[in-house]
């Protein structure tokens, strides 16, 4: 079973930066992608960036140029930088890892969730 432990997040000015960062423990046989999607309130959770086993990234358009995620593929972590934070960027953000456990099965795990809060 995988587990993901987030950290980060909280309140900042607009134009401000935080940084989120999400940890996967627990038995399973290999990562194949990590990534951060957020939901705000009433509207559809959606994909914020993520980023494969291969390096491969993909970012929503509106984070394009001022978030930047990385990945420590040796402790399973996977990081958000967020800069230039707008009002439009407050939301629960998710960390989710998608591989394959110890039974080689798919699994999809998702945190807890993290607020993020940008306002003045």
């Known amino acids: 079973q995988v587990q993901l432990g987030e950290s980060g997040g909280g309140l900042v000015q607009p134009g401000g930066s935080l940084s989120l960062a999400c940890t996967a423990s627990?038995?399973?046989?290999?990562?194949?992608?990590m990534g951060w999607y957020r939901q705000a309130p009433g509207k559809e959770r959606e994909l914020v960036a993520q980023v494969n086993s291969g390096g491969g990234i993909n970012y929503e358009d509106s984070v394009k140029g001022r978030f930047t995620i990385s990945r420590d593929s040796a402790l399973n972590t996977v990081y958000l930088q967020m800069n230039s934070l707008k009002p439009e960027d407050t939301a629960v953000y998710y960390c989710n890892t998608r591989g394959y456990d110890s039974n080689r099965r798919i699994f999809d795990a998702w945190g807890q969730g993290t607020q993020v809060t940008v306002s003045s």
């Open positions: 627990g038995t399973f046989f290999t990562i194949v992608a």
